[in-house]
């Protein structure tokens, strides 16, 4: 395979790594959230501040996946490299 193939295959895997993770880390807060509300109404505000907290840290983690994903694909610094030692 070229250098080009394995970059795109490697910003689809960390791709769907990166989803993958981060869905079940959310699909994990929601649920903890929605037990801990059943368990004690009266604390929903807090536990509903905190969840969204948690939820947007743990998009964050998914927003740098795609950013990375996107470097390896159109902003490779390795590339000049890659095309020097191809050419001999």
Wanted: proline residues 2%; glycine residues 12%; positive net charge.
């Amino acid at each position: 395979m070229t250098f080009f193939a394995w970059c795109m295959l490697a910003a689809g895997i960390g791709m769907g790594l990166g989803s993958f993770g981060t869905g079940i880390g959310q699909g994990l807060a929601i649920k903890s959230a929605v037990e801990g509300v059943a368990r004690n109404p009266n604390a929903s505000g807090k536990i509903m501040t905190t969840m969204m907290i948690g939820l947007a840290m743990i998009e964050s983690l998914a927003i740098y996946v795609f950013v990375v994903a996107m470097i390896i694909l159109f902003a490779n610094p390795f590339t000049a490299q890659v095309m020097e030692l191809a050419a001999k």
